[in-house]
Nanobody, 115 residues
Framework: QVQLVESGGGLVQAGGSLRLSCAAS????????MNWYRQAPGKQRELVAA???????NYAASVKGRFTISRENAKNTVHLQMNSLKPEDTAVYYC?????????WGQGTLVTVSS
């Protein structure tokens, strides 16, 4: 059974930083693209960042230059380094992958940015 477990969320002041991590199990981690999504209260879930098996990355325009996604295949872990955080970054952040056409989600980790 594929499982994704996020960690690293919390409360931070605007301008601060947080590092989220997502530990995967039950899958050959290195051969799957990994994604970070977020969902703010009253809004739709949106893709924040993605990293392919080869290490290519993509970012939402709203976080480009502030967030960095990375992966450690040896540890089955994907990270999201978030710098220069803004109140509008407040959301539940989810780790995601498409595993054999099945969307797999973690339970989410809450990030709250105070102004």
């Amino acid at each position: 059974q594929v499982q994704l477990v996020e960690s690293g969320g919390g409360l931070v002041q605007a301008g601060g930083s947080l590092r989220l991590s997502c530990a995967a199990s039950g899958m050959i981690f290195s051969i799957y693209t990994m994604n970070w999504y977020r969902q703010a209260p009253g809004k739709q879930r949106e893709l924040v960042a993605a990293i392919t098996t080869g290490g290519s990355t993509n970012y939402a325009a709203s976080v480009k230059g502030r967030f960095t996604i990375s992966r450690e295949n040896a540890k089955n872990t994907v990270h999201l380094q978030m710098n220069s955080l803004k109140p509008e970054d407040t959301a539940v952040y989810y780790c995601n992958t498409n595993y054999h056409r099945l969307e797999v989600w973690g339970q989410g980790t809450l990030v709250t940015v105070s102004s």
